[in-house]
């Protein structure tokens, strides 16, 4: 009892204590520390919102409500955690002291509702209130029982014809598509001032035997303080979820998709909650389908953005083996793999060796080569499960992989002009990963050689790597493997078979002025990486990298001058080995700057919202996306795209021209690509005048193909 008694003594006295203090001005009327109002989320939810006043609090569990409405019944109101504070009376206690927002169930059939919301709080170090109640007056939409041709957000906002707003299904597109045996993919096409709420997104199954959700991860958004909800996390962009399924034994991987979701305008109105039911069929496992389904509901589908997938295909595995084989061989042929192939070329010239040794140098290459493929293929996986996008070159949208490749290709180049010799070793340290001799050399070779090639899609590999990014892990990484047998083919075949190396020449002093010379492509790599990094962080970013190569240099130089000196030296060494590497860690903070796409005269910047426009008004679209670090974009722009005959033709034909560009992380580019079954870039797709399916073109363009698409598109 005695430790009631102060307890029992401030309640007793409060009210005296609140009238003396609040006629000195000092406290604030309760309706002005803590002012209430309330408006309708939807049909049968009110949130109510109070807004705290500085150095005032609310306690938790103080909140009544009741209704002097007849015909309307409260349910239990949803309270938000507050946080846990230790009172001097009452001990353990929840308060909120920065506003909340209480959701509130409620059912009836009324238009507007008369609300008694009660509450109690303190002034801190001051003086508690009693049980205060603020009248509050809400209209409430009417619940769905509209005419077939009001739409409820017509029915939300009193507006029975004329709304400002779009209807539900246009503010939200939602479209559903299986991204592969174990996986469906919902994509909201948001239209610009509108937003859905991250948090009120559920999935359900129905009449789906054999299967269940897997754990459903949730892609970043944007957070906002909402005036009734507080802080809450909401997509104003184009919105994709991968939505996991475990299928069972026996599975026919059919069923329907429940997605319920709702959003509101940026202007104030939010709409009802949405429910879709969307039948699904998922592919075969061992095939891979992007086959779109459309959502049923009793209003009309929305209109095509024009981003719709083409009909998926399911390949046979062997199929899809036999591409990714091809495509792996043709990557040798692509240009951003030639600086390695110089390399691969004095290796095979200096190793006329026995038989055996030969062998040997032909497998430790075609070990790199197919270890580095797995590895890729093993990250893609990790990434898929863990819900996040990739593609084929997505490494290179890092720029410290950009930076640490400029690094390499650099001390290749150093060894290869006789700056720095690895094969002794580095500062006594061991050999060098690219030694140009030893089966450690070609291994990592083979290394360098999977590094060097991300960049490139090669004709048949793209259909591969599509197949692989959607299949599951154990197809997925049978691919990868393939593809790195490709490109490691040629290498192997000459290992093997002797007499396709006679072609060769007789190694000979001509060697070193070679091996000086192919030193030069690569500078020229590392200076063409450089640029991609100065495209991607600007001139601190290119500055840094400057710094970095100018102490890497330094550092290589002395190394090798410091071989036969003594330990003192070769400390040196090491400490600036470590100077070198330390821009890496600043330009790995460096904030991205802002795409140049759209930049470009006659250019549009892609973005989904504007390309639904554009196909909304009927004009034909050229969209080309893609990056500064893809070699193959490059060769694309030069011979076709930045030409005037290619700028003409837009002219002539009436068709606009919409650029993406994947040099760094975009969420919407990477939608665009998964919807167009490619898993890298470049991908140029034509979108014919007046409506209708695009047209996906091959990613190694001429002008007669680019020409003939276009007027076909414009007809």
């Not at 949405?274 to 998922?282: D, E, G, V």
């Not at 084929?392 to 010799?421: E, K, N, R, T």
């Not at 990484?477 to 007789?506: D, E, M, N, R």
């Not at 500064?628 to 290619?646: P, Q, R, S, Y």
Request: glycine share 10%.
């Amino acid at each position: 009892m005695t430790r009631q008694l102060p307890l029992l003594l401030a309640l007793l006295f409060a009210p005296a204590a609140y009238a003396a203090q609040s006629a000195g001005g000092d406290i604030l009327q309760p309706e002005q520390a803590f002012p209430a109002s309330a408006r309708p989320l939807n049909a049968d939810t009110v949130a109510v919102h109070w807004k705290i006043a500085p150095g005032y609090y609310l306690y938790a569990d103080k909140f009544a409500f009741a209704s002097d409405t007849p015909g309307v019944t409260l349910g239990q109101p949803k309270i938000p955690p507050g946080t846990v504070e230790n009172d001097p009376f009452l001990g353990r206690v929840e308060i909120f002291t920065q506003g909340l927002t209480v959701r509130l169930p409620v059912t009836g059939t009324v238009r507007e509702l008369t609300l008694k919301a009660t509450a109690q709080g303190c002034k801190k170090d001051a003086i508690c209130y009693p049980p205060f109640t603020q009248t509050l007056h809400v209209a409430l939409p009417q619940q769905a029982s509209a005419s077939a041709s009001e739409s409820p957000l017509a029915t939300l906002t009193g507006d029975t014809g004329g709304s400002q707003f779009l209807p539900p299904d246009q503010a939200f597109k939602l479209s559903v598509q299986a991204a592969g045996p174990d996986r469906l993919v919902a994509h909201w096409d948001i239209a610009h001032g509108y937003h859905l709420y991250r948090d009120e997104i559920k999935f359900s199954l129905e009449n789906a035997p054999g299967l269940s959700l897997g754990k459903i991860q949730m892609p970043k958004g944007e957070v906002i303080d909402d005036a009734f909800l507080g802080r809450q996390v909401v997509y104003a962009q184009p919105t994709g979820v991968t939505v996991p399924i475990t299928r069972s034994a026996g599975s026919t991987g059919g069923g329907t998709l429940v997605v319920r979701y709702q959003g509101c305008a940026d202007k104030g109105i939010c709409y009802p909650p949405i429910t879709k039911h969307i039948a699904f069929k998922l592919p075969p496992t061992g095939g891979a389908s992007t086959a779109a389904m459309q959502p049923s509901a009793a209003q009309e589908p929305a209109a095509s953005t024009g981003t719709n997938a083409p009909g998926g295909t399911t390949h046979s595995l062997l199929f899809v083996l036999l591409l990714a084989l091809a495509g792996g061989m043709l990557l040798n042929l692509m240009p951003c793999v030639l600086p390695v192939l110089s390399l691969k070329a004095v290796s095979l010239i200096e190793a006329r060796e026995s038989a055996r040794q030969t062998h040997h140098h032909a497998l430790a290459y075609t070990a790199g080569v197919l270890l580095s493929f797995a590895a890729a293929g093993l990250a893609v996986i990790a990434l898929r499960q863990a819900g996040m996008a990739s593609g084929w070159g997505f490494q290179l949208q890092q720029p410290v992989f950009v930076a640490v490749l400029v690094y390499i290709l650099l001390a290749m180049g150093l060894s290869y002009s006789g700056v720095v010799h690895f094969g002794a070793g580095l500062a006594g340290t061991g050999q060098s990963l690219t030694a140009k001799s030893g089966l450690a050399g070609d291994f990592f070779t083979g290394v360098l050689a999977v590094i060097v090639a991300s960049p490139c899609t090669a004709p048949a590999m793209g259909a591969a790597l599509a197949f692989a990014f959607a299949a599951p892990w154990y197809s997925a990484l049978l691919v990868f493997l393939t593809l790195g047998l490709g490109l490691a083919l040629p290498f192997l075949l000459i290992g093997y078979f002797p007499k396709l190396g006679s072609w060769l020449p007789k190694p000979g002093a001509w060697m070193e002025t070679l091996k000086q010379v192919l030193a030069f492509p690569l500078y020229l790599t590392a200076v063409w990486l450089a640029w991609v990094l100065a495209n991607q962080l600007g001139a601190d970013g290119i500055g840094l990298l400057l710094v970095g190569a100018v102490l890497l240099a330094l550092a290589l130089w002395w190394s090798e001058r410091s071989r036969h000196r003594g330990a003192p030296s070769k400390v040196l060494a090491g400490a600036l080995i470590l100077v070198a590497l330390a821009p890496l860690a600043l330009i790995r903070n460096l904030p991205t700057v802002t795409s140049g796409a759209g930049h470009e005269a006659g250019v549009v910047a892609f973005t989904p919202t504007r390309l639904a426009e554009l196909r909304r008004q009927g004009t034909p679209v050229f969209v080309d996306m893609s990056a500064d670090w893809c070699i193959t974009c490059k060769v694309n722009e030069n011979a076709v795209l930045n030409t005037g005959a290619f700028r003409a033709l837009l002219k002539r034909t009436g068709t606009v021209y919409m650029k993406g560009d994947w040099t760094n992380e975009n969420p919407q580019i990477t939608a665009f690509l998964k919807h167009w079954h490619s898993p890298g870039v470049p991908v140029y797709v034509v979108f014919p005048k007046g409506g209708g399916p695009g047209t996906k073109l091959p990613s190694v363009l001429t002008p007669g193909l680019v020409r003939a698409a276009v007027e076909k598109a414009s007809h």
